[in-house]
């Protein structure tokens, strides 16, 4: 058996068997492997993440692949040549014998264009291999990618953390506070959002967030994702306060600030003046005027031009944060759905005068009008966060706070469905999340089919060439050399041009016969 197998080519032999193993090895190793890596699973279906070395790289997997693919390209190179020998063998043995001249211009050296002067169907599956083996040299590097692994499911509320965006505390990560910060034209905002009104009007409600950190990594893995959470959060509603109302140089315990007044007024003003006032710990009270007649009239009252109020409340909200690895606070562009709001937490007793000592607070706003206020809805959001926040400073104990894990913690209220109601999951509990990332190497489970077939196929064809042994006749050069001249070879017709090495062999050469 050894002896048999040595005639074969022991190299040729194993690069059949190690490469086919190879691809069959990947290919298991894919189709068979986990449907999710540390609670997640791929984003793509057609993908498959390695039950084992989906840590290493692209380039890793690959060269362990082409490895397999430059066995079997030489594996495949000499199984051609042994069919060839062992097809030419067959015929030589025939009593009419092999047709020399066709044998001659099949040889992969031969001087001839195509081989329609050899044995074309031999020649054809000749090229066929070498089509094939460039196509799979190339294709296989797409087989092999590295994939976004995808997450969605409930994590544990103890990770994450919310804590007051009060603007007595430091800034946040090194950030300016949201009472400060966010505005109604940032995509980014980490503790408000403004819904129902229009560009330049102030909004018809505002809502105060807790702000999110996310701790010991629940969410380090995701490059980008969705949290939603069940949250109770403070909710400021304007309302139009009707009547005529006049304003003096005299502010009388009111604050005031000056900005541009062309989106303020109706008519064409230079320069509007605002002022605000807490008459109730929950209430902030905002009015405008138009500054021209103090041009002319130092002490004349000006006529207010609107007076608007915003009532707080708590509320139970479902809460939309976009993360980014670890940094989980920035709000989505979707507004918390309140599914309650009956959640009931004590507001302090008093007016401006009896909240926080610290009455400089509410004199945050002064500056930010004067900077970004040229619109009423810029403007009165930087006020009513200001003074939503120094409500908040007056609690003991923070009321904004996660609700539990179920999409309506109340039984009255709005009833809203939360955005989680749209998943139709059984398995939903606040906080949610679904994002992608923790990036995996992996198959497409096409590929790890070809890789399949492609392996067994070699496989199959190693037993074969074992079982079909030594062709009798073989293509080293030194045989025919002791073939023709032990008469086996009988010549037909006289071949001197064969001796340039650049033409073919005539068809009628002769007969080879073993």
Known sequence: MFSRIRRLGVLSLAALFFGGAILIFTAVNGLFGPATVKGRSTIDDRMRVFQYGSQSSVQAWIAIVGVGFGLLSYGFNEAYTHLFDWWCSRRAQRGDGLEYGLYLNSQPRAPVLYGRRGFTGLITLRYLFTTASIAASIGYKFGISETSLYFEGPVDAQKLSLSSPSISKPGYHGEFSPCIADNTD???????????????????????????ECLDGPTDSVSFGLLRTGEVVMVAEKTEVEGDFTMTRDTDGWRRSYTDGHFWLASKGSRVVVDWTVPQADVVMIQWADYAPWLEDPDKDLTVERRISYKMHFAVAEVERVVEGWFCSSLSYHDPRVISDDYKAAIPE???????????????????????????????????QVAMARLLSNFD??????????????????????????????????????????????????????????????????????????????????????????????????????????????????????
């Open 397 to 514: 104990t923070l009321p904004l706070k996660f609700v539990p894990g179920v999409s309506h913690p109340f039984e009255s209220g709005k009833g809203n469905q939360s955005h989680v109601d749209d998943t139709q999951t059984e398995y939903f509990a606040f906080p949610y999340l679904n994002g992608n990332g923790l990036s995996g190497t992996g198959i497409w489970i096409s590929a790890a089919r070809v890789f399949m077939g492609l392996g067994c196929f070699s496989v199959v064809v190693g037993f074969i060439r074992i079982f079909v042994g030594p062709p009798v006749l073989t293509s080293w050069m030194a045989q025919h050399i002791y073939l023709a001249q032990s008469g086996a070879l009988t010549v037909s017709v006289s071949q001197k041009g064969l001796i340039t090495g650049y033409d073919g062999a005539d068809k009628a050469f002769g007969r080879l016969r073993l």
């Open 186 to 212: 940032n995509d980014q905002n980490r503790g408000f959002f403004y819904s129902d009104s229009k560009k330049a009007e102030p909004p018809d409600t505002i809502t105060m967030t807790g702000l999110l």
């Open 350 to 384: 008093g007016d401006d005068n009896s909240l926080v000592p610290d009455l400089e607070i509410m004199d945050w706003p002064v500056p930010l009008i004067s900077y970004w206020g040229q619109y009423p809805r810029r403007g009165v959001s930087s006020i009513v």
